[in-house]
């Protein structure tokens, strides 16, 4: 990523950034990272960094760090044009004749295989995302 | 009419057994039997911290003059002989005047803290300030009202992302940032075929699954929802006009919501506060407005409560940028055809008993999260806050 407020964005949104947890207590435990809000950006996130669609969600505005400035719709906008790219060359060439399933996913026993392959069979590029866009790859 | 595969088989369904039931049977068969005491409350989150004093303004009041030289309000529109409230807020005086207002001055807690997250979390979670909980206090409200239910949409919050305040220990609520990006979700087909063809594994793949699925049903349901009864009044072009506008239309469908969650902001006015402040009051003073006359004119007005509270008020002194700096207690606002007691419910702030230039608290905010639970919403409020916190009687 060019700008490395969108890292941070992607984090934020997550509720999760790197070295920074919530309250002196630590990272909440059990299934307190994921809600519906978060599991659909998970799910959508290959999509958003390959390219294929925009990401659309905001993160809610931090005051702590914006003292009443507006810091944070100079970084919104960066976000909304973060400059993503994928060397898929590289990827193609590391890892694009393997087992993709086998080597992206730890678990695969309950993955629907027809329908990623429906999703995914255009090439080997949309079979990779295909694969990342799937609750096992959240796992990993 | 296009009706869908799925809704027929609904109603075909009830019609079958409504044939062999006696009538109240087949009322509860109903997804969402609305119960008859259904009030609603609405949240409106101030965020950054609203500067309480120059909202309802203490206008007999010298210190206040004096500390606040160049930021005091001076034409705040009077409501009694020693309080005024902001001009930007005009409507809220129309509903004071009307008994749809109260206002509990001097809400807040032991041993405040003032970093916004920090005291955002201890209102969102209704901890003390020296405990750190991961729930939220209507999160676990739906954990105790909503245990089998089979459409998580008791609490909605709109927005992108979801806030603790709306996160149980086995309930979590839905967030939408409007009605446009529900109909997108509805129409992830490749997620849906995952949720579809999916096989059943471990538990914890099971329940990531379980999330998805019920994002997508969810989001199908709340925007069939939402269009069912679309208003067609005129809210303002604002964020927080579409946002009202929405949830009249949920309100005004037949949809199980018991809890709307809003935010707007930022309040955080460390500089050139009257400006910024008088422009987000004008937002809210507008959409309230019309969101208030579509709720009356439809008759629920009763049975609806909006509710305002910021993470803490400001310094009584202005500081050198003409703003105000983080401070303590302030007040928080109700609005509702169904008062027991209205306008100011105490006293205005003490302005001259101060911890280190801070107001201090009188009223304790988990005490009006205990009247909300029990009186409002008909919940367990010791149960869900963890504590008895007694009750106050404007509801």
Known sequence: MAQPESQLAFQNLLGQTLLNPPNVAGWPSGTSWIDTSTMMLRLKLPQILSGIRPLEDTPKENDDLNMGSNADKLQKQFFKNQMVTVDWAEVLKNIGTLDLPKILLQKERSLPKAAVESFGKKDCKSEIIALMSTPEYQLC | ?395
């Open chain 2, 1 to 395: 009419m296009l009706i869908k595969r799925r809704e027929f088989l609904k109603t075909g369904a009830l019609a079958t057994a409504s044939l062999m039931l006696p009538n109240f049977l087949g009322a509860m068969l109903r997804e969402d039997a609305v119960d008859s005491d259904n009030k609603i409350l609405v949240v409106l989150q101030l965020s950054g911290g609203n500067d309480g004093l120059n909202t309802i303004v203490p206008v007999k009041n010298d210190i206040y003059f004096r500390e606040r030289q160049g930021i005091a309000i001076k034409n705040a529109l009077p409501l009694t002989d020693e309080a005024g409230i902001h001009p930007a807020l005009s409507y809220f005086r129309e509903l004071y005047d009307n008994g749809e207002l109260a206002v509990l001055n001097n809400v807040g807690y032991p041993k405040p803290d003032k970093s916004h997250f920090r005291s955002m979390d201890i209102w969102h979670s209704a901890s003390d300030s020296d405990e750190y909980w991961d729930t939220g206090w209507l999160g676990r409200y739906l954990d105790e009202a909503c245990h089998n239910c089979n459409r998580p949409t008791q609490a909605l919050e709109v927005d992108d992302m979801l806030s603790l305040a709306m996160k149980g220990r086995q309930q979590k609520a839905f967030a939408f940032k409007s009605p446009q990006r529900l109909f997108q979700m509805s129409r992830e087909h490749y997620f849906q075929s995952l949720a579809d063809q999916h096989h059943h594994d471990d538990e914890t793949v099971e329940y990531l699954y379980q999330t998805m699925g019920s994002a997508l049903n969810n989001a199908d349901y709340i925007f069939e929802k939402s269009k069912a009864k679309a208003t067609a009044k005129t809210y303002p072009d604002t964020g927080l006009g579409k946002e009202l506008k929405t949830v009249a239309s949920l309100i005004l469908s037949d949809i199980n919501t018991k809890v709307y969650y809003l935010s707007i902001g930022s309040f955080d006015t460390h500089i050139n506060q009257n400006q910024k402040q008088a422009q987000l009051f004008k937002d809210i003073n507008e959409a309230v407005e019309a969101f208030v006359n579509d709720i009356k004119a439809n008759g629920k007005f009763e049975d609806v409560m909006l509710m305002t509270f910021s993470e803490f008020g400001r310094r009584v002194s202005q500081n050198a940028s003409h703003g105000t700096d983080h401070g303590t207690a302030n007040q928080m606002f109700f609005i509702s055809g169904g008062l027991r007691k209205k306008g100011l419910l105490n006293q205005l702030p003490d302005l001259q008993n101060l911890n280190e230039g801070d107001l201090i608290y009188k009223e304790d905010f988990r005490r009006v999260y205990a009247t909300i639970l029990k009186k409002w919403l008909r919940a367990d409020d010791a149960k869900i806050l963890g504590r008895k916190n007694g009750f106050y009687d404007f509801i």
